[in-house]
T-cell receptor, first 114, second 111 residues
Framework: GAGVSQTPSNKVTEKGKYVELRCDPI?????LYWYRQSLGQGPEFLIY????????DSGLPNDRFFAVRPEGSVSTLKIQRTERGDSAVYLC????????????FGQGTRLTVV | RKEVEQDPGPFNVPEGATVAFNCTYS??????FFWYRQDCRKEPKLLMS???SGNEDGRFTAQLNRASQYISLLIRDSKLSDSATYLC????????????FGAGTRLAVHP
């Protein structure tokens, strides 16, 4: 079956612009996660959804970052007033249950802020 | 201090070699432990969970020492296809929620 799908695969934006990154989880998966991976580092947790609600958003670095999952399926990560330091690969993952089953990652969106 | 620390490598080994990776974690409340594998410019994929009793999956053996807050991965009879970055991962909430990744150890297996 289809895996986690993320679009776009690459995004180049100018400093100060607004961007939206989309994640389509595996069908039926109720848990959805966003991570950010900078060059040479492991993924860093941003936010976790269980259904439509954000169960844990403690990893969002500041109020420029926001994520939604209005219908409990597709999620959008929104970044306002982008900065060069936001450049990274943004990874989405989903899992079937409440977190006790394997989370599967998408291939990520590579964001470059110039 | 990072929550999960790993030797970044790279480890360059010949085919057939045995190689060991080590990892330490700082939060004693960590409940779940994993090794993930990440190929260049690809997403991380679960290699194996790690249990206190130690566990083995084919050529891969993982060990956990909660007292020392130390996790290891042993790869026997290395294959060219084992070349990748190996990420040590812990979770304080249990399961796969809020995974904390190390920076990864790069392995290069050569003929």
């Amino acid at each position: 079956g289809a895996g986690v799908s993320q679009t776009p695969s690459n995004k180049v934006t100018e400093k100060g612009k607004y961007v939206e990154l989309r994640c389509d989880p595996i069908s039926g998966h109720t848990a959805l996660y966003w991570y950010r991976q900078s060059l040479g580092q492991g993924p860093e947790f941003l936010i976790y959804f269980q259904g439509t609600g954000a169960a844990d958003d403690s990893g969002l670095p500041n109020d420029r970052f926001f994520a939604v999952r209005p219908e409990g399926s597709v999620s959008t990560l929104k970044i306002q007033r982008t900065e060069r330091g936001d450049s990274a690969v943004y990874l989405c993952a989903s899992s079937p249950g409440t977190g006790d089953t394997e989370a599967f990652f998408g291939q990520g969106t590579r964001l470059t802020v110039v | 201090r990072k929550e999960v620390e790993q030797d970044p490598g790279p480890f360059n080994v010949p085919e057939g070699a045995t190689v060991a990776f080590n990892c330490t974690y700082s939060n004693s409340a960590s409940q779940s432990f994993f090794w993930y594998r990440q190929d260049c410019r690809k997403e991380p994929k679960l290699l194996m969970s790690v249990y206190s009793s130690g566990n083995e999956d084919g050529r891969f053996t993982a060990q956990l020492n909660r007292a020392s807050q130390y996790i290891s991965l042993l790869i026997r009879d290395s294959k060219l296809s084992d070349s990748a970055t190996y990420l040590c991962v812990v979770s304080t909430s249990g399961g796969y929620n809020k995974l904390i990744f190390g920076a990864g150890t790069r392995l290069a297996v050569h003929p």
